[in-house]
């Protein structure tokens, strides 16, 4: 069983910053790809960021220069530093990873349950 869990999702004001945290847990042998999606009221879900296990990252070209994704590999655990927010960044942002669970076995992508984004103008 693998679990995937946002944090750190929350109000501030046009300007400010968040940082929000993804924590996988379970049974865990390696995480290939981590990313950030978002979703706007009656909007699609849209990719902010991906991060390889290489270090490879992409970004979003309306997140490049105010957004940096980052992993630590060894808690299993992604980040989303949020820089001079906007309020059209105003979103429930979505944390997925894809996970090998047992040595030889295959990837399988899991997405978290979601963290709010509501930025101020």
């Known amino acids: 069983q693998v679990h995937v869990v946002e944090s750190g999702g929350g109000l501030v004001q046009s300007g400010g910053s968040l940082r929000l945290s993804c924590a996988a847990s379970?049974?865990?042998?390696?995480?290939?790809?981590m990313g950030w999606y978002r979703q706007a009221p009656g909007k699609q879900r849209e990719l902010v960021a991906t991060?390889?296990?290489?270090?490879?990252?992409n970004y979003a070209n309306s997140v490049k220069g105010r957004f940096t994704i980052s992993r630590d590999n060894a808690d299993s655990t992604g980040y989303l530093q949020m820089n001079s927010l906007k309020p059209e960044d105003t979103a429930v942002y979505y944390c997925n990873a894809i996970i090998r669970s047992v040595v030889g076995g295959n990837y399988r992508e899991y997405w978290g349950q979601g963290t709010q984004v509501t930025v101020s103008s």
């Open positions: 379970g049974s865990i042998f390696s995480i290939g790809a």
């Open positions: 991060i390889l296990s290489s270090g490879n990252i």
